[in-house]
């Protein structure tokens, strides 16, 4: 036969093994397949989402690297991902720095990155990083939302932080 996978039948075969909880093969299956089809970076978010659901964040940060090396355009959704998954690790060092190379890269950050990062910082327990995060979004025009507020709430409440969750709850009325 002459026909030829695309990158849609890869992503989805992919999913498929992600979702079966098979993700050795799924990183196989596209070590194989991604030299001979062009990919999008629907394929590379595909494997990031697995990778971060996975809690390692070392393979995590190496699939990151072989991305950058391969000079794939990435998207917010990617990098978001990408810290998510290095936000496991024991510090946020990982992760400040994906950011960074965000926008370095002039990827503008979504809500949703800045959520994943105040988040990640408040389950460290860096609550002044989190804060200083929250006042930068806000001068760069980016308006906190209630993910925002509820991810610090939450770490506040986890790390025993009552007043800074009184004055947030205050902050959002």
Same mark, same amino acid.
């Given at each position: 036969?002459?026909?030829?996978?695309?990158?849609?039948?890869?992503?989805?075969?992919?999913?498929?093994?992600?979702?079966?909880?098979?993700?050795?093969?799924? *990183?196989?299956?596209?070590?194989?397949?991604?030299?001979?089809?062009?990919?999008?970076?629907?394929?590379?978010?595909?494997?990031?989402?697995?990778?971060?659901?996975?809690?390692?964040?070392?393979?995590? *940060?190496?699939?990151?690297?072989?991305?950058?090396?391969?000079?794939? *355009?990435?998207?917010?959704?990617?990098?978001?991902?990408?810290?998510?998954?290095?936000?496991?690790?024991?510090?946020?060092?990982?992760?400040?720095?994906?950011?960074?190379?965000?926008?370095?890269?002039?990827?503008?950050?979504?809500?949703?990155?800045?959520?994943?990062?105040?988040?990640?910082?408040?389950?460290?327990?860096?609550?002044?990083?989190?804060?200083?995060?929250?006042?930068?979004?806000?001068?760069?025009?980016?308006?906190?939302?209630?993910?925002?507020?509820?991810?610090?709430?939450?770490?506040?409440?986890?790390?025993?932080?009552?007043?800074?969750?009184?004055?947030?709850?205050?902050?959002?009325?």
């Amino acid at each position: 036969r002459d026909v030829k996978p695309t990158k849609m039948v890869l992503n989805t075969m992919m999913e498929a093994l992600v979702a079966a909880r098979r993700l050795n093969e799924a *990183l196989e299956l596209f070590r194989e397949w991604s030299p001979k089809i062009s990919c999008d970076i629907v394929v590379y978010n595909t494997l990031m989402v697995a990778l971060g659901n996975s809690r390692d964040p070392r393979r995590a *940060l190496e699939f990151y690297q072989f991305t950058k090396k391969q000079g794939v *355009l990435m998207d917010a959704q990617f990098y978001t991902t990408t810290i998510a998954a290095c936000s496991t690790d024991s510090t946020m060092e990982k992760a400040e720095k994906i950011f960074a190379d965000m926008l370095r890269e002039q990827c503008k950050p979504s809500v949703m990155t800045y959520t994943t990062l105040l988040s990640g910082h408040c389950m460290h327990g860096d609550f002044a990083t989190a804060m200083e995060l929250l006042r930068q979004m806000a001068d760069l025009g980016v308006p906190p939302d209630v993910a925002m507020y509820n991810a610090i709430i939450d770490g506040c409440v986890r790390h025993w932080r009552w007043e800074l969750a009184e004055s947030l709850l205050a902050e959002m009325a």
